[in-house]
């Protein structure tokens, strides 16, 4: 390993951060109280969530489950194409438990993926294969997620469904077995919710970039850092900005000054207090704003990379793997 | 269920959600390779990712956890069970992480738990351990033979049952039950026995805890599972309804009771009674001639010599001076303290009756198929079983060798021989009268058809010779270390095994066999019958305690008022009555009065004589 640093590398570090300071600091700038006001004028209302007590907690979700839903990837060491990767997704009931796990291998190698990959870059040789992949990994990934959400659903037809990340990835990678969950959905009366811990959405400054140009490019979640109270939430105008059938807000669910994101369903969205305040009450204070449910739901969904490492030295051959799977990283020698 | 983490060929860690995997069970591991070997659960272990509850970087507060609670999820039951399973049979290459594992069926695993061909024949003793999930596969003919007792309660019966094949011990002779105090040894003997009459076989029970009766029932016992033994056993006490015949003593039996009856015998007693004793000596004749040889010995040769010549004397006297005379020169070597002792502990042996009786109600009892229980305070115990286990397996041996001969000769027939305190039968390091027999019968006695059934406390103090003989061994739950190193070293206990030996319930146990080939955990099933005091012995204390009280104060009644001065001569009435209550001083007796004062039973006033009890 190198220890000597060279002066070259250090001046550019301290470039960045003058550049960064710059931008932020405007957005920093902006006095709390201003900010608020003119973020109710333009683009939503803030509006505070309440815990719920046990008993009101009880009797709203009236003894149904609460489905949390999640996925994982994990892969092993190679680049691609010399990879194989697993994907999971996990529905898990809070009553009966009942869960329901969707499992697929990703294995760019085989004639079938590139032929996929192929047709999606359509010619276009200016895509690199590596994006395309994750592209698809992506895709296969979250229809694993709504099918082992969609087999829930059916089977237990819960109070409330709460996936892992936002609704939207959902519509734009799998738009019709979306469409079929939303029909469902709608006609069961099971609410939906996705709970966005990395928020990346950039709404705010895109709605004030008239008065405010200055704000342009800036996320949402770094406009609202800090911004609200512990509890607090900003609703976002479905009139001002446009989200399709999909309704967003950003809440402040724990001591974390970070916000945290909800997608609803356009047609759910009287529910949203309910459904707010049930998000909150399962978040724990000291947390990073994410209801616990999820957080279980994510830890059991992963399995860990030896355990990867493990399955795959048992059920390949090892000529197989040492050939097309392992990284010629691993065998250099530092 | 599946197969987690590292494997190897002899273990694997196995995952569960479902089900909570049990010390003992059989599992099947799916690895088709391996032809699906099975294995068993050698340890349990459970685990919550979440508790402590710290998940990813937060950390849970109780509100959240309860409003989980609310919402019907407890965390707490979020545990994945672990459990480390031995393949039974060691695999040729490792086990496939991953792969899945199941509960098998009775069927499936019949053969490892199940050795006695035939149920008829065989002895149910209890319940394997980590078999419950086979219940619903199993057998008609296996169901509901082993109700349990459970903190007094009978359970039905849940798993395989534990059954043990007498006929096995023709290859594998000899059985061990080795426990602590309170550990379920007896209730084992008792639960054996009641198999042992069941199946008819001709037993001999030495029972120095007049505990094995089995005339009463178990209370609360399901009237479907109740047996009635009373014609099958007989019980016997030594020195009442048995005995040895003097007679018939030889030489080497002699010195044998006598060497049990007082702590062993001297090499110049053993000399002693060979030189004196005499075939067909009657108990009179041996005792008149050992007090004549004391008497001629004490007078010594002279003196006798000078008073037949200087004293006018009778006839009979005169013959009795020829006859001291005649010992004098016949046993003159021996020295007169040594008689003294042989005649002190042949008193001590006819004074327990010993000789007023013979052993034709054992003999009948084993020739009709009958469990003999023969009750005796230890040491009298050891000394009749020296006698009397010499006396049947000598028959015994007589018919099998001359069956071999093909001669004709009495029929006697085969017998197992069940004793608990067995290191006081064969002590290790010590000589003891019985241990020579025993340890004849452990090693010769499965040609013969006589089988040991040893139980003690104490396998440290169980001679070796005889331990080793042991095929099979109960292990009830054991405390002491030195005998937990001794069951290790004389079983094929594991470590995880050993280990759990202190904890073990009163009536749970491994089974070391050679019969099996492998440790099993057993639970001894509910006896049918009960001993005729299993009174708690305090609440025997108090009641013995009252009745004593009682009697004093019936004594001392008419006696008052009684003043404090007047305690020695009350003291002394009382001793000449005979009153057995250990009053042996003058403080006594006034507690002894306090006693009934705080029982309200007298009145104890003070007066310018001293306290006066009304
Ligand atoms: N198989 C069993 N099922 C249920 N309870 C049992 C069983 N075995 C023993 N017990 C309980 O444990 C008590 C003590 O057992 P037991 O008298 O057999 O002990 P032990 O090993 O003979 O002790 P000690 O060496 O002191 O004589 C019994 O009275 C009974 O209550
Ligand atoms: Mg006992």
């Known amino acids: 390993m190198s220890f000597i640093i060279n002066e070259d590398l250090k001046s550019q570090l301290r470039t960045v951060n003058l550049q960064l300071k710059r931008m932020y600091s405007s957005a920093a700038a902006l006095d709390k109280e201003k900010f608020r006001h003119f973020v109710a004028e333009e683009i939503g209302k803030f509006g505070r969530l309440e815990k719920m007590s046990s008993k009101t907690l009880k009797e709203l979700v009236g003894g149904k489950a609460i489905i949390g839903v999640d996925g994982s990837i994990n892969q092993t060491a190679g680049s691609y194409p010399h990879y194989l990767a697993v994907l999971q997704a996990l529905a898990k009931s809070t009553v009966g438990d009942y869960q329901v796990w969707k499992t697929a291998v990703h294995v760019p190698l085989l004639k079938a993926e590139r032929e996929r990959l192929e047709g999606l870059r359509a010619g276009n040789k200016d895509i690199a294969s590596i994006f395309l992949d994750s592209k698809v990994k992506d895709t296969k990934l979250a229809a694993l997620e709504l099918a082992a959400a969609f087999q829930a659903a059916r089977e237990m037809k819960p109070f409330l469904i709460m996936f892992d990340g936002p609704l939207r990835r959902y519509q734009t990678r799998v738009p019709e077995e979306w469409t079929d969950f939303v029909q469902y959905i709608l006609r069961e009366n099971i609410l939906v919710v996705g709970v966005i811990e990395e928020v990346g959405t950039y709404l705010i400054s895109g709605a004030l970039k008239e008065s405010y140009p200055y704000l342009e490019g800036q996320y949402d979640r770094e406009l609202l850092f800090g911004q609200l109270d512990p509890g607090e939430y900003l609703e976002i105008d479905e009139e001002k900005v446009q989200r399709g059938d999909l309704r967003i807000c950003f809440l402040r669910t724990s001591s974390d000054p970070q916000i945290i994101g909800l997608d609803m369903l356009k047609g759910q969205f009287s529910c949203f207090e309910a459904v707010s305040n049930l998000i909150y009450t399962l978040t724990p204070q000291d947390g990073r704003g994410i209801p616990i449910w999820l957080d279980l739901v994510d830890s059991e969904v992963r399995i860990t990379q030896s355990m990867l490492d493990l399955l795959v030295d048992t059920y390949l051959d090892p000529e197989l793997k040492r050939k097309l799977f392992a990284p010629k990283r691993e065998e250099r020698i530092y | ?614």
């Not at chain 2, 049952?161 to 002779?173: C, E, G, K, L, T």
């Not at chain 2, 202190?502 to 099993?520: E, K, M, N, Q, W």
């Not at chain 2, 009174?535 to 009697?551: A, G, H, V, Y």
């Open chain 2, 1 to 614: 269920m599946q197969v987690v983490g590292i494997t190897d060929q002899q273990e694997v860690w196995v995952a569960s959600k479902e089900v909570k995997l049990q010390i003992n069970q059989i599992l099947i591991i799916e690895d088709e390779d391996l032809d699906n070997p099975r294995g068993e659960v050698v340890c349990t272990q459970s685990y919550n990712r979440y508790i402590p509850l710290s998940i990813g970087q937060s950390f849970v507060d109780q509100t959240v956890l309860e409003s989980l609670r609310q919402i019907g999820y407890n965390l707490e039951q979020d545990e994945i069970n672990l459990a480390k399973v031995r393949l039974l049979t060691e695999a040729t290459y490792p086990i496939k992480p991953g792969c899945s594992v199941r509960i098998p069926t009775f069927e499936e695993v019949k053969d490892l738990l199940i050795k006695s061909p035939n149920l008829d024949e065989a002895m149910v003793l209890g319940v394997i351990r980590g078999t419950e999930d086979l219940t619903s596969s199993l057998e008609p003919e296996y169901q509901g033979i082993a109700p349990l007792l459970n903190n007094g309660e009978f359970v039905s019966q849940k798993g395989v049952p534990f059954v043990f094949d007498p006929r096995a011990m023709q290859q594998y002779p000899h059985i061990g039950i080795f426990g602590g105090s309170g550990s379920g040894k007896s209730f084992g003997l008792r639960v054996f026995l009641e198999e042992i009459m069941k199946l008819g076989l001709p037993a001999l029970m030495f029972d120095p805890h007049f505990e094995m009766d089995f005339s009463d029932p178990f209370p609360g016992i399901p009237e479907d599972y109740r047996k009635d033994f009373r014609d099958r056993f007989a019980i016997f006490q030594v020195g009442q309804e048995v005995g040895v015949q003097f007679e018939k003593l030889g030489v080497k039996e002699l010195t044998d009771l006598l060497a049990a009856s007082g702590g062993g015998l001297s090499e110049s007693m053993v000399n002693a009674v060979e030189t004196v004793h005499e075939r067909r000596d009657s108990f009179l004749s041996f005792r008149n001639r050992l007090e004549g040889i004391r008497e001629a010995l004490q007078m010594g040769k002279s003196k006798i010599e000078r008073v037949l010549k200087e004293e006018a004397l009778n006839r009979q006297k005169e013959e009795e001076l020829q006859q001291y005379l005649e010992y004098c020169n016949k046993y003159g070597s021996l020295p007169v303290s040594t008689v003294g002792g042989i005649i002190w502990r042949l008193d001590r042996l006819n004074r327990s009756g010993l000789f007023n009786r013979n052993i034709d109600p054992v003999i009948n009892g084993l020739q009709s198929g009958k469990l003999v229980v023969i009750q005796g305070p230890i040491w009298l115990l050891g000394v009749f079983a020296t006698y009397v286990l010499g006396h049947v397996y000598r028959k015994r041996r007589e018919y099998r060798d001359a069956q071999l001969r093909r001669e004709a000769a009495e029929y006697f027939p085969p017998f197992l021989i069940v004793t608990d305190e067995a290191h006081n039968f064969a002590p290790k390091g010590y000589d003891s009268p019985a241990k020579s027999i025993i340890r004849e019968i452990a090693q010769e006695g499965r040609k013969y058809g006589a089988f040991l059934i040893l139980a003690t406390q104490r396998p440290t103090l169980l001679d070796e010779t005889v331990t080793a003989q042991l095929n099979t061994k109960f292990v009830f739950r054991t405390v002491r270390g030195t005998d937990i190193a001794t069951i290790k070293e004389e079983t094929d206990l594991r470590p995880e095994e050993s280990r759990r030996l202190p904890y073990l319930r009163s009536g749970d146990a491994f089974v070391s066999s050679a019969i099996f080939g492998r440790t099993l955990s057993v639970r001894i099933r509910a006896a049918k019958t009960t001993s005729p005091h299993t009174d708690n012995p305090f609440d025997e204390l108090k009641s013995k305690r009252r009745q004593k009280e009682d009697e004093f104060f019936e004594l001392i009644k008419d006696k008052l008022p009684i003043m404090e001065a007047q305690a020695l001569e009350i003291l002394k009435d009382l001793q000449t009555s005979g009153f057995e209550f250990s009053l042996d001083s003058v403080e006594q007796l006034l507690e002894q009065l306090n006693q009934l004062v705080r029982q309200g039973k007298l009145v104890k006033e003070n007066s310018p004589f001293g306290a006066v009890y009304r």
